[in-house]
């Protein structure tokens, strides 16, 4: 052969060694971020909706008599459809480059409603808009742009700047207070919103680590599968190589065969792929023995049952050749086969009566039992093989499977609950209220509290309670006191408020004991209670309409006050619900996901693994094309099946060589299967000895490889 053919031939073959580090890279997946964002522009979308129908009314005669830049107006009313169309379109496709592109138009789209009605207030000092009350869902476009844009909760703040900061900067240019009742409207549709807002970016922020826990989780269990693929496909294609390729050589070799065939022969060509029926299985392992043997089949086995193909081709195969075996060694012993079925677990059990051999001296070219029977089936989960035989007792060989449910391997990351996702323990702590009382206090005292204090003070303490209620227990859904005491309080600050007489502050404006029992009961929505809220909150407004329209005893606010409040706590009402929802579908979707990320991992696996191997097989087969070429190769591929250690392409060429030339090699590795990493200062100098050894042509030359342990690495010996 020439050196480049040597060369080629001496390439050692792939082992799974070489691909167990690779892993599928990919980005984290983004499970339980995309679910929950799904839900978030729900709930957006739910309460922009929400808020429209209940002012279907002032929209319409807004339409009708507005004048002022029809053609800007007209448009921005046409894109804020759009916006919201985008946003069911969003949810629909389910994709983050979506959300953003789709929440950022949404924004944008809003605040040029709000755009023209600061213009408006500032040209004509008046502006038609002011009864949309556009400051109302001010924190649904906040909230939507926190959930793509949630890094830094601060961006809640840069973004409420976007609206305020120009309203504020134009109502001190102007001499009128008319962009006031907006800002308040504003100022108050975020005070309602905040503890929502926060959890979403809570929400948010905690979905993004819990899908790079899942991540690394899934990373882990690719690797176990990994690992156990590579191993079966490592013996599989051994054991084929040894069953099919090197029986084919032989014949080449011995002239009853063309060099041509062994072109023709593809190792992985049977690769199994799905399951057998029990059934069947029991059918086909009576085929893997002779008429010779005595069969002891089940009575009756289970319809329902299914082996999986890899392990049921392999258990055949192990039969067929513990049959094949014993009439190479035992031709005049009595052999039989018996399977049983105990509907969990499946025995087969092989047996004759010859002479039996110690199973240590097995010669360690015999792949057929090393492989075939023993190392490839205790490579599949739930298989076991065991060989029992000694000289004169005659051989018995047992494989078992054992049906076991699929266990689920220990996750990585600790499981999601809704009340870490969402934050309940972080909002509602009583520092908290602190700030919230001196926000209601400061706000409040503005009033005319004239002949009315002892009415405000009252007020001030139903608020107080209320936010104790809320603060007291950091339970997710609000303990049962807690939600008596918290109705009682709000009924008790509107109730107060209402009787005594205030008028408004500003045009527009709601009274402070409306926007903040508004405010108490959308944190008892927020805690899982939100029939209770609705409830209180209705009661109240049908309360109001009774006592003002029907008993005609004047109030301080009319009962639509109440009802148009509604819209700012849909929100409140949706958000935990919807995830509490979004956490118990995650497991569900979690297993699909993990389920698809094994099947890529191992279809990858696969296709690496049996391109390499292919690839090196014909390489070496393509230079055989006579009977002497074809003993050389059937002792090569014998020496890269049983001496792993040893194929090193130096020491294959050398060895290559010396048989062209004559001399008997024996290569053995007793080292791989306890230590597949060769000594890095022991094995390149005892490599080193043999190749120098050849060149002085000997007549035999063994090199033996020794266990790990023993006070030498390797044995050289030479004649």
């Not at 039969?319 to 509907?343: C, G, K, M």
């Not at 929802?581 to 569900?588: E, G, H, M, Q, Y």
């Not at 042509?697 to 266990?707: A, E, G, I, N, Y």
């Amino acid at each position: 052969m020439t050196e480049s053919e040597i060369a080629q031939l001496a390439q050692p073959a792939p082992r799974r060694r070489d691909y167990s580090d690779q892993t599928i890279t990919q980005k984290p997946p983004a499970l339980t971020e995309l679910t929950l964002l799904r839900y978030i522009t729900l709930i957006g979308l739910a309460t922009y909706i929400t808020n429209i129908l209940f002012k279907f009314g002032p929209f319409l005669e807004f339409l009708r008599n507005n004048h002022r830049f029809i053609t800007w107006t007209n448009s921005a009313f046409v894109i804020f459809s759009l916006s919201l169309a985008s946003l069911l379109f969003a949810i629909i496709v389910n994709k983050h480059p979506i959300y953003t592109i789709v929440i950022s138009i949404a924004m944008v789209a809003y605040l040029q409603l709000a755009t023209i009605q600061i213009t408006e207030l500032i040209i004509f000092h008046d502006s038609p808009w002011d009864q949309l009350h556009l400051g109302d869902v001010a924190s649904i476009p906040t909230c939507l742009t926190v959930s793509i844009l949630h890094r830094k909760l601060g961006k809640i703040g840069m973004i409420m700047a976007i609206i305020i900061i120009p309203v504020v900067a134009t109502s001190q240019n102007v001499n009128s207070i008319m962009l006031r009742p907006y800002v308040f409207d504003v100022l108050y549709s975020t005070f309602i919103g905040t503890p929502w807002m926060y959890m979403v970016h809570h929400v948010v922020a905690t979905s993004r680590r819990a899908d790079k826990a899942a991540f690394d989780e899934y990373q882990a269990l690719t690797s176990i599968q990994r690992s156990n693929q590579l191993k079966e496909l490592e013996t599989t294609s051994l054991s084929n190589i040894h069953d099919r390729i090197l029986s084919t050589l032989n014949n080449i070799n011995k002239g009853v065969a063309d060099p041509e065939d062994i072109h023709t022969i593809d190792i992985f060509d049977l690769m199994p792929t799905g399951s057998m029926p029990l059934t069947t299985f029991i059918q086909n392992l009576k085929t893997q023995v002779g008429d010779d043997t005595r069969v002891v089949m089940p009575e009756s086995t289970s319809n329902t049952v299914a082996i999986p193909m890899e392990i049921a081709a392999t258990m055949l195969a192990a039969i067929e050749q513990a049959y094949t075996n014993s009439i190479a060694h035992a031709p005049q012993a009595q052999r039989e086969l018996v399977a049983t079925w105990d509907e969990s677990q499946l025995s087969i059990v092989f047996a004759d009566t010859g002479p039996g051999f110690n199973v240590a001296k097995i010669p360690h070219h015999h792949a057929g039992v090393t492989i075939t029977m023993l190392e490839r089936p205790r490579n599949h989960p739930g298989v076991s093989a065991q060989l029992t035989t000694a000289p004169g007792q005659g051989t018995r060989y047992r494989l078992t499977w054992q049906l076991v449910p699929q266990q689920e391997l220990a996750a990585t990351a600790e499981p999601l609950s809704v009340s870490k996702l969402i934050g309940v323990a972080d909002i509602f702590r009583p520092r908290w209220a602190v700030y919230a009382f001196l926000v209601f206090f400061a706000d409040s005292y503005r009033y005319d509290h004239e002949g009315r204090w002892p009415a405000f003070i009252i007020g001030s303490a139903f608020f107080a309670g209320g936010l104790w209620a809320l603060t007291s227990t950091t339970e997710l859904k609000l303990p049962r006191r807690n939600t008596i005491i918290l109705s009682g309080c709000v009924v008790g600050l509107v109730s107060t408020g209402q009787l005594a007489h205030y008028s408004p502050l500003m045009p527009y404006h709601s009274h402070w004991f409306l926007s903040y029992g508004l405010i108490l009961v959308a944190n008892m929505a927020l805690r899982l209670r939100p029939i209770t809220a609705w409830v209180v909150w209705l009661s109240l407004t049908a309360a109001t309409f009774v006592v003002d329209d029907i008993m005609n005893i004047q109030l301080s606010a009319w009962p639509i006050s109440l009802f148009v409040g509604i819209t700012l706590f849909v929100p409140a009402t949706l958000v935990p619900s919807q995830v509490a929802l979004a956490v118990r579908s995650l497991p569900a979707l979690e297993r699909v996901q993990r389920n698809e990320h094994l099947e890529l991992a191992r279809a990858l696996t696969q296709k690496q693994y049996v391109q390499a191997m292919t690839g090196w097989l014909r390489s070496l087969l393509s230079l055989v094309d006579d009977p002497a070429t074809a003993g050389l190769m059937q002792k090569r591929l014998r020496d890269a099946i049983r001496s792993p250690l040893l194929d090193v392409p130096e020491l294959t060429a050398a060895v290559w060589q010396a048989r062209e030339a004559g001399t008997e090699v024996v290569l053995i590795d007793a080292r791989s299967e306890q230590d597949p990493n060769p000594d890095p200062v022991e094995h390149p100098a005892i490599i080193a000895n043999a190749i120098a050894a050849l060149e002085s042509q000997p007549s035999k030359l063994t090199l033996r490889l020794l266990p790990p342990g023993r006070s030498r690495y390797a044995t050289l010996v030479y004649y």
